[in-house]
Nanobody, 125 residues
Framework: QLQLVESGGGSVQAGGSLRLSCVFS????????MAWFRQAPGKEREGVAT????????VYADSVKGRFAISLDNGLKTMWLQMNNLKPEDTATYFC??????????????????WGQGTQVTVSS
């Protein structure tokens, strides 16, 4: 079984930055797509960014393009999400996710099988 643990959430003012981390461990064999998702209260969980475990094939949601950056070090079994110029609408619980044996990575909730517990990000205006 794959375990995913997020950290780095917090409270910032609009325009600020945060860096989230996701450490993955356990049975990582075959894991080749990872992603960040977020869920605000009363809303559906939405994809933020995805990448393969080589750090390529990166896709961002339109709402975060130019502000967020996903990166990954498969040797360290760690994925990051650098979030800059944060906006109040970025407030949500952020989850990391992973899936094995995919030919390509798709930024959709249905594509991922393993999930972390989430870390809260709050952006005040």
């Amino acid at each position: 079984q794959l375990q995913l643990v997020e950290s780095g959430g917090g409270s910032v003012q609009a325009g600020g930055s945060l860096r989230l981390s996701c450490v993955f461990s356990g049975n990582t064999a075959g894991t080749n797509c990872m992603a960040w998702f977020r869920q605000a209260p009363g809303k559906e969980r939405e994809g933020v960014a995805t990448a393969n475990t080589n750090g390529g094939s990166i896709v961002y949601a339109d709402s975060v393009k130019g502000r967020f950056a996903i990166s990954l070090d498969n040797g360290l079994k760690t994925m990051w999400l650098q979030m800059n110029n944060l906006k109040p609408e970025d407030t949500a619980t952020y989850f990391c996710a992973a899936v094995r044996f995919r030919s390509y990575c798709v930024l959709s909730r249905e594509s991922f099988r393993d999930w972390g517990q989430g870390t809260q990000v709050t952006v005040s205006s």
